[in-house]
Every structure is written in structure tokens, then in C-alpha cells.
């Protein structure tokens, strides 16, 4: 472990739900900064996902947190939170706008008190406009920002994604966005307010898709297991598996023509460019699929990769971690929790060269840190003690 960690000098206080804000705060805890995460008092498990705070998702999110529990409907937990505050680099949320008005942390009364601190916002829809009062979840962001009409197979009813697209690309834009106000803030002494939404997020990571109408004009369609522009990319069954290729055009197409066993086929006229690939799409692929049913899966991967051809297996999680590239990588890093035990959670994508390890403390129980957070803010035992008494911790 290095002596200091990359953002050791930022506290954040977290005062998100579910799961798009925990993605942004969680993504700072990782890289050293003081999260503290505030949760309401009381039964624990009562804002989490997924099943309680012992649940998998739940220890994946918060991870290398301090935990405080406050009551913000009371008076005496919103003055402990202004407290908070004063201390704070980042807060981030992901209320409904009209929510935190009501209890009194909008933007503008925190940027009165620290007029330094970075306050991050995600929504469903955006701080305002005319669904800004909706609440959001990821599967309408993904059906709204257009994911789900390009998903599944070329004629089947609209497929979501296997994985909530929307929140954890929002939770990842809006931690960009925190990193770049802070770095903005030693040059202006101001903290900004950063908003992104799963709206947003969503329509942003449509990316190839969203540009083919804005600038073509074209309204994309499905392409089940293949690439939408690009002939041949995509997944082919072979005789004990599926195989992924990309072998869209020039040398790789040539090559990997070879290694299937199809070596005239850039001379046939219909496949000869890639806007006749792509006319020829359904004609092209049957080819390929007829091919590829012949070998296993292993035996394609190590002759393809063998000849250069982008490919690789289609796995189920268990076969992820059993693979030796991603055993390679480490992409697992162990934590001792006091009532679950070992818990192998994933690390951040993200590496660098003498860098810290991104997995160091486990979820923390709700309210472990309580004591020791408001004891640094500078409230005595017996303040502690009354306000565990009316309920405000």
C-alpha cells in the first residue's frame, strides 16, 4: 500500500439510494477519499438494494466506507448534516429535486454554507423540465434513451440489457463530472453543482446508435448477437459453444476467411466491400455459421487467434473467473467482514502504476462509524448519547 492514496484529502458525504449514486461516490472511496455514508436510523436494510445490507449488491456498492445513520427529518440530524458539511469536499445525491428542497440541502443552501464544496446530482430526468418530478429507475432509462429498441433479435419485442446500463453510466459520468468541478476548484476557490441524470446517461452510451439518427437520419433497428454497421462482427454457434469474431474488412476478413475455410469469398462480388457485406448481411452470416458449427469453440478461438482475428468465447460468469487472462488481472480482491466473513468483491477497472489497491474495507455496518464521525465534528459523549436517545442517530 502506498503511503497516501490519490484522493485521501477529499471527504464525500454520500446521500444516495439504489444504485446509480453509489456507482459515482463509490468510484471516489476507491481511490482514497473519506466517504461518509449517511443512513436513516433505525431496522438496518431499510434503504439498500437487493436483499439487506448482508446482500452481495449491497457490499459491492459500498465498500471502503464509513457509515453515520441521521434522521434528516428531524431538526437536530439536518444541523449534524450543515455540520457535516462545513467539512466536506463533494456531496452527492440522487433525490428527486422537490426532496431535497423540502429537507433543506438543495444546492443552493449547501453552496451558501461551503461555497467550495462539489455537489453532485443524479435523477431520472434531470433537475427540471417537464418529468424532472418523475422518479427514474434504470429499465425506463433504458427504454427511454433507445437501448431497448436496439436490443435482442432483428424482430423481437424490445429487450433490456442484462446489466442496469443506464445507472452505472450515470454513476460513472457523474464521477468524471465531481473529479473535473474539484480539479476546476483550485483554480476558481468554487464549487459547481453537477447534474447528470439516467435519462442523459442512457442516451449518451447510445453513442454509434444515437449519431446514426441525429446525423443520418436513420432509425437503427436490431441486430441480435451482430454488429450493427459491421460485416462480419458477431456471435456464431460452433460445435460445443459460441464463438465471438470481428472480422469486418481488409487483412482480418482475408485471414480469418483462410482459417474457415472460405478463402474465395473477397472475391465474391457480393461480399467483395463492405456496403455489399452489409446488403448481404443474412446470406454472408449463413456461410460464416455453417463453417463455424464444424470445430469447438476452443479450437476457433486458438486458430483464429493464431492467424490474428479478433475472437473469444461467450461465458457464463463462472467461466469469466476461471478464465487465466482474467485470473491474470486480478480482478477479485478479498476483504474480511465482521459477520459475513471473506467476501471476494470486484475491484475497480481501473489500475495505475504504484497505485493503491481499489477493495481495502468492507461495507460497513449501518451506523458503525457514527460515534467516531461525530466525535471529528466535534460533538461530546454525552451529545452522542442524546442523540441516540431522541432518535436523530
Known amino acids: 500500500?502506498?503511503?497516501?492514496?490519490?484522493?485521501?484529502?477529499?471527504?464525500?458525504?454520500?446521500?444516495?439510494?439504489?444504485?446509480?449514486?453509489?456507482?459515482?461516490?463509490?468510484?471516489?472511496?476507491?481511490?482514497?477519499?473519506?466517504?461518509?455514508?449517511?443512513?436513516?436510523?433505525?431496522?438496518?436494510?431499510?434503504?439498500?438494494?437487493?436483499?439487506?445490507?448482508?446482500?452481495?449488491?449491497?457490499?459491492?456498492?459500498?465498500?471502503?466506507?464509513?457509515?453515520?445513520?441521521?434522521?434528516?427529518?428531524?431538526?437536530?440530524?439536518?444541523?449534524?448534516?450543515?455540520?457535516?458539511?462545513?467539512?466536506?469536499?463533494?456531496?452527492?445525491?440522487?433525490?428527486?429535486?422537490?426532496?431535497?428542497?423540502?429537507?433543506?440541502?438543495?444546492?443552493?443552501?449547501?453552496?451558501?454554507?461551503?461555497?467550495?464544496?462539489?455537489?453532485?446530482?443524479?435523477?431520472?430526468?434531470?433537475?427540471?423540465?417537464?418529468?424532472?418530478?418523475?422518479?427514474?429507475?434504470?429499465?425506463?432509462?433504458?427504454?427511454?434513451?433507445?437501448?431497448?429498441?436496439?436490443?435482442?433479435?432483428?424482430?423481437?419485442?424490445p429487450t433490456r440489457a442484462g446489466i442496469p446500463v443506464a445507472d452505472l453510466a450515470a454513476g460513472l459520468y457523474l464521477a468524471v463530472g465531481v473529479l473535473t468541478a474539484l480539479h476546476d476548484r483550485e483554480r476558481t476557490g468554487q464549487g459547481r453543482w453537477v447534474q447528470t441524470s439516467l435519462l442523459e446517461a442512457m442516451i449518451s452510451m447510445m453513442d454509434l446508435q444515437a449519431v446514426r439518427w441525429t446525423i443520418d437520419g436513420e432509425v437503427p433497428e436490431p441486430a441480435g448477437n451482430h454488429h450493427p454497421t459491421l460485416v462480419p462482427m458477431g456471435c456464431f454457434a460452433t460445435a460445443d459453444g459460441y464463438v465471438n469474431i470481428g472480422a469486418s474488412g481488409g487483412r482480418l476478413l482475408r485471414s480469418f476467411c483462410d482459417v474457415v475455410g472460405l478463402p474465395g469469398l473477397t472475391a465474391d462480388p457480393r461480399f467483395a466491400t463492405s456496403a455489399s457485406r452489409s446488403a448481404n448481411r443474412a446470406e454472408l452470416n449463413a456461410l460464416i455459421a455453417g463453417r463455424l458449427r464444424t470445430r469447438s469453440t476452443a479450437s476457433w478461438v486458438a486458430a483464429l487467434n493464431e492467424a490474428g482475428v479478433p475472437c473469444g468465447p461467450v461465458y457464463r460468469m463462472d467461466e469469466v473467473f476461471a478464465d487465466p487472462q482474467v485470473q491474470h488481472l486480478g480482478m477479485t480482491q478479498a476483504v474480511d467482514h465482521p459477520a459475513l466473513g471473506r467476501l471476494d468483491l470486484l475491484r475497480n477497472a481501473v489500475r495505475m502504476t504504484e497505485g493503491p489497491a481499489t477493495v481495502r474495507t468492507a461495507t460497513p455496518e449501518t451506523g458503525a462509524h457514527s460515534d467516531e464521525i461525530l466525535g471529528e465534528l466535534g460533538y461530546q459523549a454525552a451529545d452522542v448519547a442524546e442523540f441516540r436517545k431522541q432518535g436523530v442517530i
Open 1 to 157: 500500500m502506498p503511503a497516501s492514496l490519490p484522493l485521501d484529502d477529499i471527504r464525500v458525504i454520500d446521500l444516495t439510494i439504489a444504485r446509480a449514486g453509489p456507482t459515482c461516490v463509490r468510484q471516489l472511496a476507491d481511490w482514497g477519499a473519506d466517504v461518509i455514508r449517511i443512513e436513516p436510523p433505525g431496522p438496518a436494510g431499510s434503504t439498500p438494494v437487493g436483499g439487506g445490507p448482508h446482500d452481495s449488491d449491497y457490499q459491492h456498492l459500498h465498500r471502503n466506507k464509513r457509515s453515520l445513520t441521521l434522521n434528516l427529518k428531524e431538526p437536530a440530524g439536518r444541523a449534524v448534516l450543515m455540520r457535516l458539511v462545513d467539512t466536506a469536499d463533494v456531496l452527492v445525491e440522487n433525490m428527486r429535486p422537490p426532496v431535497k428542497t423540502r429537507l433543506g440541502f438543495d444546492f443552493d443552501t449547501v453552496h451558501s454554507r461551503n461555497p467550495r464544496l462539489v455537489y453532485g446530482s443524479i435523477s431520472g430526468f434531470g433537475q427540471d423540465g417537464p418529468y424532472a418530478d418523475r422518479g427514474g429507475v434504470d429499465q425506463i432509462a433504458q427504454g427511454m434513451g433507445g437501448l431497448m429498441s436496439v436490443t435482442g433479435l432483428p424482430g423481437s419485442e
